[in-house]
């Protein structure tokens, strides 16, 4: 689609930027990656009244051009990149009406830079609820831009938004702010003389940015490093300056046009729900009581649509089998890649329930008072407050939780989130633990309500989250911090979520987890398809022409023939022939070659334990017969021995594998995109598979 | 304000200065006016965030665990460690 004009939406975070997008572009929206960074970029249409078509992006919100955190970062790089496809031809500034002051000091920056600019004062009905009035005609004539109230929730003044947008002007007329050129005279003077910008405030930005910004090439970023010495500049002093500068134009202005009434400092209403729900006492119990909740509909919404994805794929899978010819093609399509997919597909709803219990938390303010609450606590163990969020969404899946540690500033805390994350009981490994449990603990209760069974799996969630913890202490020694951790944060007032972001926050995370991790969930399924269906040599056709030999086919009915002849190809295929190579190596945790292969499978997804497991002990390879997997397992003997394999040690030792290994190509792939290099991903790999063997040998070795 | 302390290593009194009140010293509910930081990389993020010399402070709440503290500052509720607030001295 082709624009007439480029708008960028900027502003504060809980100005109400995302929701005036939303307003603005409907479903008219895409998410994608800004270049070379993965940070969204979302981007979305709109008409103009004059006929023009209007493309908006939604830059991430920020209290500054001087970025804090990695999405912050992008708000100067688009609008400064001259040359880039993204660069706008109008920023919009949305304003929040009731907290001017701190809001002005990034129109400023952005007014200095001299792009053509309007003004969006958005919640006008908070400011007056606060006794604040503002003279928009006064302001807009010192500005020197307009301003348009408007109120994004109600979708008031979007038109008149609309309508100023299309009478844009191509040429910035706003006033200066401040005297940049003040601040460092000979470095703005040569740098603009060098770069030939016209812009001082831009050749300040430059001098503070330059390291960061992808369209410097290394020759002028060094330069602008040379001139910095030159003229001793002090990037952090300078920034305290033009700080001071700015706010103090900015209290003349509010001075000028804008009266309190009363002195009500603060939400009246928002303070008295802060009393309950950061109480020391209360605020714990709510918190846990919504994170219960929040369990609870997880796994109990999203089982029936589950299902019928699951379901669908099944159907999808033989319907194939019987309309294409028989082949290894067809084998490939639909073991393989459909059968890859639907292990992508089946996670979509857990991951659309948890990004709208996350985006109403975050919506109504709750989520900065858990940070809040939570800091200190984290904090002594190598996290921040904002690590709460990811971990408790690890419950659901990792990959959604490890996309949403972008929000936390410091680089150590979120690598440190984003290597622990993972080991929190996710739900693939619910189906693993379930399984074997049902196998080794018996179904009765102890202490009247309680069941052993049910005991046994609240444990492995608890001990999930202690192994979080510690391994979190223990990296927070090993990591070496790049800069210096802080939290300053602003608590939003409380408000009510709005119901049409949270519906297309589900649907936007779906979809980029979806396309994201799908393609490695297809690329890992395939191949495992092809080492579980091959095998090395001639020993697949030795094994057909063994069985169609007149004793056994007279013998044994059709049915069972097949399955005994498929457990055994699986037996020679490569994914068996590795299973037995890696048996000495995971014998002293207890399993045999089949757990092996069933290891091996998992590497992929965890969940594909049962289904591997059902294959292996030849059960029509139907993953949902749970109790017909369940007793061919449990009647599994040792040959060797005669005694069961799946015993009370094996079990727990299985699960402590489980618990511990990095087994989820679609979290290593998160994680690779999210860190931009393999080293992270391959360091997870090799602590968590580490720790895995380890703690399975001590399981095993102890219980046996 | 000037007191004399004794310093163990020149054996002798010496003048100390009595610092100033400092923003993780305030109880919850009183005011101070921002006069100076003692950080000059946190300083910066703070007067982005509002927290400016001359600006009054008001401490909203603490942590139920007693760390971070909130406080209202331009119109707003911010929230910062104590460690944080340490480095803003009051007038």
């Not at chain 1, 997008?21 to 009244?49: A, E, H, R, W």
């Not at chain 1, 002051?101 to 792009?115: G, H, P, S, W």
């Not at chain 1, 053509?116 to 503002?134: F, Q, T």
Request: aromatic share 10%; with cysteine.
């Amino acid at each position: 689609m082709e624009a007439d004009i480029r708008v960028a939406l900027v502003g504060n975070p809980n100005t109400g930027k995302s929701t005036l997008f939303n307003v603005l572009t409907g479903l008219n929206q895409k998410i994608g990656n800004f270049p070379g960074v993965t940070v969204d970029k979302k981007t979305g249409y709109c008409s103009l009244p004059d006929g023009r078509k209007a493309e908006v992006i939604d830059l991430p919100g920020t209290y500054s051009l001087y970025p804090k955190s990695r999405d912050e970062s992008i708000v100067f790089s688009v609008l400064a990149d001259k040359a880039s496809e993204l660069t706008p031809d109008l920023v919009v500034v949305v304003i929040d009406a009731s907290n001017l002051k701190r809001n002005l000091l990034l129109y400023t920056q952005v007014a200095d830079l001299k792009i053509p600019v309007i003004v969006a004062l958005n919640m006008m009905d908070m400011a007056h609820k606060r006794g604040i009035s503002i003279d928009i005609d006064g302001l807009a004539k010192r500005l020197g831009v307009p301003i348009v109230p408007i109120s994004a929730r109600k979708v008031d003044g979007i038109d008149q938004l609309k309508t100023t947008i299309s009478y844009a002007n191509k040429i910035a007329l706003q006033e200066a702010t401040i005297d940049v050129e003040s601040i460092a005279p000979q470095l703005i003077e040569h740098i603009g003389r060098e770069m030939e910008l016209d812009n001082p405030y831009f050749a300040l930005q430059l001098a503070h940015q330059h390291e960061t910004l992808k369209f410097l090439s290394a020759t002028q970023s060094d330069r602008i490093e040379q001139l910095e010495k030159k003229y001793s500049f002090h990037p952090q002093k300078a920034q305290a300056t033009e700080t001071i500068a700015r706010y103090t134009f900015i209290n003349k202005l509010l001075h000028e046009t804008v009266k309190k009434h009363h002195a009500a400092h603060d939400d009246p209403w928002s303070n008295k729900i802060d009393k309950v729900l950061t109480h020391r006492v209360f605020g714990f119990i709510i918190f846990f009581g919504i994170l219960l909740f929040m369990f609870q509909a997880i796994f109990a919404w999203s089982a029936y649509p589950m299902e019928l994805i699951e379901n669908f794929f099944v159907w999808a899978q033989s319907s194939l089998h019987h309309t294409l010819p028989a082949g290894p093609l067809t084998n490939l399509l639909v073991d393989g890649v459909i059968a890859g997919l639907s292990g992508v597909m089946v996670f979509i709803p857990q991951i659309a329930i948890l990004f709208a219990f996350i985006s109403i938390l975050e919506d109504t303010g709750y989520m900065a008072r858990v940070t809040f609450m939570m800091d200190k606590i984290m904090r002594k163990v190598g996290l921040s407050g904002k690590s709460v969020v990811p971990l408790i969404g690890g419950f659901a899946c990792a990959v959604p939780s490890i996309m949403s540690t972008r929000t936390i500033e410091n680089w150590k805390d979120r690598m440190i989130t984003i290597l622990v994350t993972p080991l929190v009981t996710c739900s693939a490994r619910l189906p693993v633990y379930t399984l074997l449990i049902a196998l080794v603990v018996p179904s009765r209760n102890v202490w009247w309500i309680f069941n052993l069974q049910g005991l046994a799996l609240t444990a492995m969630y608890l001990f999930s989250l202690f192994s979080a913890i510690t391994v979190a202490l223990v990296m927070k020694y090993l990591l070496k911090a790049r800069e210096r951790g802080y939290f300053i944060m602003e608590l939003p007032v409380y408000r009510m979520p709005r119901w049409n972001n949270v519906f297309l926050a589900m649907v936007e995370r779906a979809k980029t987890f979806v396309l994201e991790a799908g393609k490695v969930i297809i690329a890992v399924s395939v191949i495992l398809w092809v080492l579980a269906s091959y095998g090395p040599g001639n020993r697949f056709d030795q094994i057909d022409q063994k069985y169609h030999q007149p004793e056994y086919v007279r013998s044994i009915k059709p049915d069972d023939l097949n399955r005994i002849i498929a457990s055994e190809k699986l037996e020679n295929s490569y994914a068996g022939v590795m299973g037995h190579v890696i048996e000495p190596v995971i014998k002293p945790l207890g399993f045999d070659w089949k757990i092996g292969i069933a290891l091996i499978t998992s590497f992929a997804a965890r969940e594909v334990f049962v289904g591997t497991m059902a294959t292996i002990y030849s059960v029509d390879g139907n993953a949902e017969q749970m109790t017909t997997v369940q007793q061919k397992m449990h009647d599994a003997k040792d040959p060797a021995t005669g005694k069961p394999v799946f015993t009370f040690a094996v079990a727990f030792s299985l699960m402590m594998f489980y618990a511990f290994a990095m087994q989820c190509a679609s979290t290593m792939a998160i994680v690779y995109r999210e860190t931009k290099s393999w080293k992270w991903p391959a360091i997870q790999f090799g602590y968590m598979t580490g720790l895995a063997y380890i703690i399975s040998f001590i399981t095993f070795q102890l219980l046996k | 304000m000037f007191l004399f302390g004794f310093n163990l290593n020149k054996r002798t009194f010496v003048p100390v200065q009595i610092e100033n009140m400092r923003l993780s010293q305030l109880e919850v509910g009183e005011k101070g006016i921002v006069k100076e930081f003692t950080d000059l990389e946190m300083s910066v993020k703070l007067m982005e965030m509002g927290c400016l010399p001359g600006e009054e402070i008001r401490v909203a709440r603490v942590a139920p665990l007693g760390d971070p503290i909130a406080i209202h500052v331009s119109g707003y509720q911010l929230s910062l460690r104590k460690r944080e607030a340490s480095t803003i001295i009051l007038q």
